[in-house]
């Protein structure tokens, strides 16, 4: 059974900077995608940044340039770090990563006000 674990939310100012880390347990077998969410109060949930086997990455329109993900070469840990962090960046962050089975975290809950 594959658990994942986020941790590295907080509180912080506008313009700061967070990292949020994903820590992977359990068998993991080829993995097709390894991704950062997140949920704002009534909203959906939505993708932030997503990581591929080899190395390819995406990032929302909303986040490029601020958001950088990244994996441990063994996959046992995603990582979302965040700069520049403005206050419609506040949410609930939920790792997921798909081998064929899709696993979610719990999420970590990011705020950014003054």
């Known amino acids: 059974q594959v658990r994942l674990v986020e941790s590295g939310g907080g509180l912080v100012q506008p313009g700061g900077s967070l990292r949020l880390s994903c820590a992977v347990f359990?068998?993991?077998?080829?993995?097709?995608?390894m991704e950062w969410y997140r949920q704002a109060p009534g909203k959906s949930r939505d993708l932030v940044a997503s990581?591929?086997?080899?190395?390819?990455?995406f990032y929302a329109d909303s986040v490029k340039g601020r958001f950088t993900i990244s994996a441990d070469s063994d996959k046992t840990a995603i990582y979302l770090q965040m700069n520049n962090l403005k206050p419609g960046d506040t949410a609930v962050y939920y790792c997921?990563?798909?081998?064929?089975?899709?696993?979610w975290g719990r999420g970590t809950q990011v705020t950014v006000s003054s």
């Open positions: 990581i591929l086997p080899r190395g390819y990455t």
């Open positions: 359990g068998s993991i077998f080829s993995i097709h995608s």
């Open positions: 997921y990563l798909n081998d064929g089975t899709a696993y």
